[in-house]
């Protein structure tokens, strides 16, 4: 569904045990839209995938009132991630939830593209749905649209692999997501990019093939009027940002 401006979580989103609010990550409107969400919802725990797990153990009430500490603790601006500006407010409408991360470090992903994806997994791999083989199709899909991410740049071979990395953080942040449902309780609420929040095959995919009787929603954020790719329960848009051409230096 393509919803309206007004929020519709308490018509959508309030049977969820798990809801995905997706975005694309260097919009600032999306971000605001997540934290109307996250204070509508009251969730019980946050998961980021902007996150280790290392770091949202650092996050307290206390540090969460104070945008400066919390970025510097969190050391966000140096992770390569959009401004912490534009993400503080996510933290601010929930101070009092538990936080989870499901990032996945660079040496750990490295070390899974050499040893296994299943290697660098927290959980249980194919409890998750980790080790199946995707079907044709959305393999060649998945491999076309790292190749068009990565500005029709990256050698045919390295498609395969940045397909299995993705997959290796849908499987982190649905890992995560069982870890603070079970420890907390309802609702979970993950901050993640749209191709993570996807239904038909990003993160909701992995929870529920580990924890299935759990309910799982999720929305998708686009740009002027441009829903984005996949499924989702909700669908809202926002103004597009100006990014210039970021494929301009491999021209």
């Known amino acids: 569904m393509f919803a309206p401006t007004a929020l519709v979580a308490g018509g959508v989103f309030e049977s969820a045990d798990v809801v995905f609010l997706g975005e694309l ?12 969400y996250v204070a509508e919802l009251s969730p019980t725990a946050l998961v980021f995938e902007m996150l280790t797990q290392a770091q949202a153990d650092l996050v307290t009430p206390e540090l969460v009132a104070d945008e400066v500490a919390l970025e510097a603790a969190l050391g966000w601006n140096a992770s390569g991630w959009p401004d912490f500006s534009m993400y503080y407010p996510i933290f601010a409408a929930a101070p009092e939830a538990a936080y989870f991360g499901a990032a996945v470090p660079r040496d750990v992903a490295r070390a899974a593209m050499a040893e296994g994806m299943e290697s660098a997994f927290r959980g249980d791999a194919d409890a998750y749905g980790l080790t199946a083989v995707l079907p044709e199709g959305q393999q060649a899909e998945r491999e076309a649209l790292q190749l068009a991410a990565h500005c029709d740049a990256m050698p045919a071979e390295m498609l395969p692999v940045m397909v299995d990395i ?3 953080r849908d499987a982190e942040l649905a890992y995560s997501a069982v870890q603070a ?37 999720s929305l998708g954020q686009g740009e002027e009027d ?17 990014r210039g051409d970021p494929c301009a230096a491999f021209r």
């Open 25 to 36: 990550h260097d919009n600032p409107a999306h971000h605001l839209r997540q934290a109307e």
């Open 166 to 168: 993705q997959r290796l």
């Open 181 to 217: 449902f079970e420890a907390h309780g309802g609702q979970v609420v993950v901050i993640t990019g749209n191709g993570h929040a996807r239904m038909d095959w990003g993160a909701p995919v992995y929870l529920m093939a580990a924890a299935p009787g759990l309910r799982v929603m």
């Open 226 to 242: 441009v829903p984005p790719s996949g499924l989702f329960d909700v669908v809202e848009s926002a103004p597009e940002v100006d």
